[in-house]
């Protein structure tokens, strides 16, 4: 099943020198059954693309969550394809659980934020939250984030996109 990975520049660089990366509880977002069935309508690349945008938020939660300041503000998006997965409608239509890490051979792209996105990005993971608890304001800065497509990188490409940052 292809799966996408929520993650950090930071997971990244790690990432690529351990060879595997092990997702925060397992976490990941797929075009799962209940996902498609939230759709009235939609093709399998446009679902793809929401589980993507799910998994594009979760990172500016991981970004958020760093409490010393040193990521840089760039959602980052792993798509691999993967066996072990476990459905999780309790926690949201696209969200699944992996049962172990990830290797890079199971990549298949990465997709980042261009340098132009980290004001809008910086400023959606102090709000993220509160867009989450339905804060109009806050859906608004995110939405600010969200306007910015993520590039997409092939597995080989992550040792010189890590090198230029």
Known sequence: MRVYLPA???MLRQFVADGKFTPLSGTAFALTPALRESYISGDTEELEYAALADAA??????IAADEEGE???RRVVISADVDDVTL???LDDAVVRVGGPVSLDEVAAVHVDLIEAEPDVRAAAEVVDEADLGNPDAEFVLGGAEDHELAWY???????LLELM
């Open 71 to 73: 990521e840089l503000p």
């Open 88 to 90: 999780r409608p309790d």
């Open 57 to 62: 938020r979760a990172s500016l939660r991981l």
């Open 154 to 160: 092939a597995p080989q490409e992550l040792p010189f």
């Open 8 to 10: 950090t520049i930071g």
